[in-house]
């Protein structure tokens, strides 16, 4: 395979992830706006999302592993498809019970972006590994800039249109569902195979057999706990930061808003350029090793933060390490699997990222409400210290592919 054909390949696999978290996206601003018409208390509402994260930490290992065995081509397609039917479903909803039966459908189905990140581990030679998976990170980035954005305003449109009730949403859920179909036609028609072997052992292992064999493998096992605390540390943060800055710097849901956009600018910037200059002068170790510290840093900065100047320092360190730390660690973990298990190996990945933002708002809303407005930043940057402590107890043995002499 040649270079430019796998270029070409990698930017095709990185159009398909783009639309489908623009597709996630769109959904985040008019989900709270929809159940609240249903009926739905805020625990509800929580639970919708988490419904989501949850069907992701019990079924990206399973379309990992039948990706290992029928080919990465056929899983993405099939899921493509599935998410325009539970896309439609959403948009069809007229009750919190379908509501839940749409939320759960795209979570099952969108479990397969790990199928999507064995797909650029098939394609990458080792030394571009990483650079590789920081494309995933780009994708997820621009994905949830765009996509909120796009949502509410289809949701505004959708208004100007039509007075009926929840027809703003279901205009904003049908255009998803377009956007997946087209989706789903540009991959039948540009996305072509990755896996040279498939495994003909895959399909015989158990979903839960499968995630403890990798959690206890060496190296691989700790850096799963590694993304798994980082996911935790990130999400607990996301849930509270709102109702942090709303009490001390008195904003509102649109100056949030912003706040989070900038940080997923830093991370688009970081993996999308950072990354891909200091991995051939770093290698995986040290990137990863900086990535988690000042991830941590800027999760408890943002505790000690008196004014605006040191919670911008704290947004922006906290984006760095996100963003320099995921792709090494994909890349790392992936660069540890032999090829006919990278499906596989990124399922149990994601389901350990999926476990960290199922349980991450809940703690994080515990300890905001029964301990104090900051002791979920403190909570989330021990969190992501820890897994700090880990990589260096592992570090001789993260790989160095990357790292160029």
Not at 78 to 96: H, N
Not at 311 to 324: H, K
């Amino acid at each position: 395979m040649t270079e430019t054909s796998n270029k070409s390949r990698l930017a095709i696999i990185f159009f398909t992830v783009f639309l489908y978290l623009v597709g996630f996206g769109v959904v985040i601003p008019i989900l709270p706006i929809l159940s609240r018409n249903f009926g739905a208390t805020a625990v509800q509402t929580g639970l919708l999302l988490s419904v989501y994260s949850l069907m992701q930490f019990l079924f990206a290992p399973f379309w990992g592993k039948l990706s290992d065995r029928y080919g990465r081509r056929p899983i993405l397609l099939l899921c493509l498809l599935g998410e325009v039917f539970s896309y439609i479903l959403f948009a069809q909803a007229r009750s919190l019970e379908w509501l839940f039966v749409a939320r759960i459908l795209a979570g099952f189905f969108g479990a397969s972006i790990s199928t999507a990140s064995a797909y650029i581990s098939d394609i990458t030679p080792k030394h571009e590994r990483s650079k590789g998976m920081a494309l995933i990170g780009v994708a997820f980035g621009l994905g949830f800039v765009v996509g909120p954005a796009l949502g509410g305003g289809l949701a505004v449109w959708g208004a100007s249109i039509n007075s009926e009730p929840h027809f703003d949403t279901s205009f904003a859920a049908y255009w998803v569902a377009g956007l997946c179909l087209a989706n789903f036609l540009f991959g039948i028609k540009f996305l072509t195979e990755s896996l040279s072997e498939t495994s003909e052992s895959a399909a015989k292992k158990k979903r839960f057999s499968i995630m403890w064999h990798y959690l206890n493998a060496k190296t691989i096992g700790p850096l799963m706990a590694v993304f798994m605390l980082s996911s935790l540390a990130m999400s607990s943060m996301e849930a509270t930061l709102i109702l942090f800055m709303g009490e001390k710097f008195h904003w509102d849901v649109k100056q949030v808003s912003f706040g989070f956009a900038y940080i997923g600018v830093i991370m688009i910037f970081t993996q999308g350029f950072l990354v891909r200059r200091l991995l051939p002068k770093w290698g995986e170790r040290k990137v990863l090793r900086l990535g988690v510290l000042l991830l941590a840093l800027g999760l408890g900065g943002i505790a000690i933060s008196g004014n605006m100047a040191a919670m911008g320092i704290t947004m922006t360190l906290l984006a760095l390490g996100n963003g320099l730390a995921n792709p090494a660690n994909l890349g790392s973990i992936s660069l540890l699997t032999s090829s006919q298990e990278q499906g596989a190996t990124m399922g149990v990945t994601q389901s350990m990222a999926s476990l960290g933002r199922i349980v991450g708002p809940l703690i994080g809303g515990l300890l905001y409400q029964h301990i104090s407005i900051t002791s979920p930043f403190w909570a989330s940057g021990i969190l992501a210290f820890t897994g700090f402590i880990v990589i260096m107890m592992i570090y001789k043995s993260i790989p160095e592919h990357a790292r160029q002499a």
